[in-house]
């Protein structure tokens, strides 16, 4: 369920839409930027219109509004950007994802990651993953997920395309998802 796009909304809340209720912490600064490891990653579809996914370095509650860590991509829709927030005075290791909803038919999908060397300067890993992005348990780590490639050598940019035999799984959900991990300039 999205965050509301106007009125009160507090830091529990973006905890809570951010699929990491279990969590004591409410480091907003780590939320803003998916600090890889303990927060889910910032789904940087194109309806979520914070400043999280500016590069923006001073983040405030507001800039959540509307923000929903569900929204999907269909699968065979255009290229997307993906793209996260790294603050220069501090705040490591962000990661963002986009996520497609390949849906409950068995196919073969042409899977495409790619850019270029300054595209990859900041990020230390891309990974793509078939199942849930997100749980609720105090963790950034997917759930009931499998790699299906993973790249930390990203030094000369990267240009992965593939084609992978989607086999649905229910408790798996229906998303393939493409994050990057950055490092920590």
């Excluded at 255009?78 to 196919?107: H, I, R, W, Y």
Aim: overall charge negative; proline content about 4%; aromatic content about 14%.
């Amino acid at each position: 369920m999205a965050l509301t796009g106007s009125g009160q909304i507090s830091f529990n809340d973006v905890r809570v839409e951010m699929s990491q209720s279990a969590h004591t912490s409410y480091g907003m600064p780590s939320f803003s930027i998916g600090y890889t490891g303990f927060y889910t990653p910032i789904n940087v579809h194109s309806n979520n219109s914070g400043k999280y996914t500016t590069g923006n370095t001073n983040i405030a509650i507001s800039d959540f509004y509307g923000y929903d860590m569900t929204l999907t991509y269909p699968t065979g829709s255009t290229k997307q950007d993906l793209f996260f927030n790294v603050e220069p005075s501090g705040l490591c290791n962000p990661s963002a994802m986009v996520v497609f909803n390949a849906g409950t038919a068995n196919t073969d999908l042409e899977l495409e990651f790619s850019g270029s060397v300054s595209d990859f300067s900041l990020v230390d890993t891309a990974v793509i993953y078939y199942g849930k992005p997100w749980k609720n348990d105090g963790s950034g780590i997917p759930t009931n997920a499998s790699v299906i490639m993973t790249d930390s050598t990203l030094i000369s940019g990267m240009n992965y395309s593939s084609s992978y035999s989607y086999v649905y799984n229910a408790d798996s959900g229906s998303n393939i998802y493409f994050v990057i991990y950055g490092i920590c300039p």
